[in-house]
C-alpha cells in the first residue's frame, strides 16, 4: 500500500483478491481513500470506482448487488487530500489493462450506483450513461470504438518515457562518472613527479 499518493499507480494483477466479508470484519482497515475494483464469484471484474471511505462505498456496492459482489481489490491512498484526477488515472490504467469497462460501469450503472433507469431511447441512455461515467471520457471514447488505438498508444508512450528515463538516466549517469574518473586518473598520473621528469 502506497504512503506516498505521487507514486506510480499499482497494477490491477498485483492487487490481492479479498473476499468481500473482509470489508466488515476490519472496517478500520479499509475506511480509507482509494480505488476499488469489484468482482463477482468467477472472478469477473464488475465494476471499479474511487472514494474517501472504501468500507462504506464497498459495502454500499455489496447491499445493492450481493450476488455479484463477491470479492474485491483495492489501492489504498493515505494521503485523505489526494486529487481526484489521481485516482482517476488510477482507474484508467486499471481498464486499460483489464481491457474494457465492466458491465458496472456502463450497462449495469444503475443497478450498481442506486440510481433509477432512465427510460427513453437506446441512444438516450448511451448518452446518459456517458455523461454519468466516473471513469474518465478518455476511457469511455476508447471503448466506445472511436479511436481504438489513440489512448492505448498514449499509455504506451508515457509508459515507454518512464521506462526510458528509469533506464538510460542512471545508465548516463555511470557512464558520465566513469569518464569522469577516468578523466581524473588521466591527470593525477600526468602530475606525478614520474612524468614531469622531476
Not at 492487487?15 to 466488515?24: A, K, S, V
Amino acid at each position: 500500500m502506497s504512503t506516498n499518493h505521487k507514486s506510480r499507480p499499482r497494477y490491477l494483477q498485483e492487487l490481492p483478491m479479498i473476499p468481500i466479508d473482509e470489508i466488515y470484519a476490519k472496517s478500520f482497515r479499509w475506511n480509507r481513500t482509494g480505488c476499488y475494483a469489484l468482482y463477482n464469484d468467477d472472478h469477473l471484474l464488475c465494476y471499479v470506482g474511487y472514494t474517501k471511505n472504501l468500507q462504506k462505498k464497498i459495502a454500499f456496492h455489496a447491499k445493492l448487488q450481493p450476488n455479484q459482489c463477491k470479492f474485491f481489490k483495492a489501492y489504498v491512498v493515505d494521503n485523505p487530500k489526494v486529487s481526484a484526477s489521481f485516482l482517476e488515472k488510477i482507474l484508467d490504467s486499471w481498464l486499460l489493462e483489464y481491457g474494457s469497462v465492466p458491465p458496472g460501469n456502463s450497462s449495469e450503472r444503475h443497478l450498481w450506483e442506486g440510481k433509477r433507469e432512465r427510460r427513453g431511447t437506446v441512444e438516450e441512455k448511451v448518452q446518459s450513461t456517458r455523461a454519468d461515467s466516473t471513469t474518465s471520457s478518455r476511457v469511455n471514447d476508447f471503448f466506445d470504438g472511436k479511436d481504438p488505438f489513440a489512448l492505448r498508444s498514449k499509455f504506451s508512450k508515457n509508459m515507454e518515457r518512464e521506462d526510458y528515463l528509469q533506464t538510460w538516466i542512471p545508465l548516463a549517469t555511470v557512464v558520465g562518472l566513469s569518464v569522469l574518473l577516468w578523466l581524473m586518473g588521466l591527470v593525477t598520473t600526468s602530475l606525478q613527479p614520474d612524468t614531469l621528469g622531476l
